[in-house]
């Protein structure tokens, strides 16, 4: 089983999984248009991928914990040898991009493993909002904290 966790300000719970606002602004693994959601591997690491893109750690306390498991047959790994020579860069390169939209195009997957820029060894998840099935399965996420 694998956990994914995602931090979310509590006004957007609803809307949690529906990887809008990926596809309004894009991503380091999508593309303007291309509707993704972001989730991470750890609670810690969900926190500080958060914190990465705020001016204001104080503005956490507005935030939700969420927590969905998935089994490991509906996660796809991105293998290392398949990143492209600039996937750490910033801002993000259209490379990485180029991968997810490639990944979210296909509905290979529930989700795809990728490795943190921000940790060595450690990964966030892709989940694919347009992946059959979807609704029904984010159904199960669990706010572990508001």
């Excluded at 996660?75 to 860069?89: M, N, S, T």
């Excluded at 997810?100 to 529930?110: F, H, P, T, V």
């Amino acid at each position: 089983m694998i956990r994914i966790y995602r931090l979310i300000k509590r006004r957007w719970l609803a809307q949690a999984f529906d990887g809008e606002v990926a596809s309004r602004h894009g991503g380091r693994w999508n593309s303007k248009g291309q509707a993704c959601v972001y989730g991470a591997g750890s609670q810690a690491l969900a926190r500080l991928e958060t914190l990465m893109h705020l001016n204001d750690g104080a503005v956490m306390r507005h935030f939700a914990m969420l927590e969905l498991a998935l089994d490991e047959e509906q996660v796809l790994h991105l293998p290392c040898a398949d990143l492209p020579a600039d996937w750490r860069g910033e801002p993000a390169p259209a490379t990485t991009a180029w991968l997810g939209d490639q990944w979210l195009a296909s509905n290979q997957s529930l989700a795809l493993a990728v490795p943190s820029v921000q940790v060595a060894h450690e990964f966030n998840y892709l989940l694919n909002p347009r992946y059959p099935g979807f609704a029904g399965m984010v159904e199960g996420a669990i706010n572990i904290y508001s």
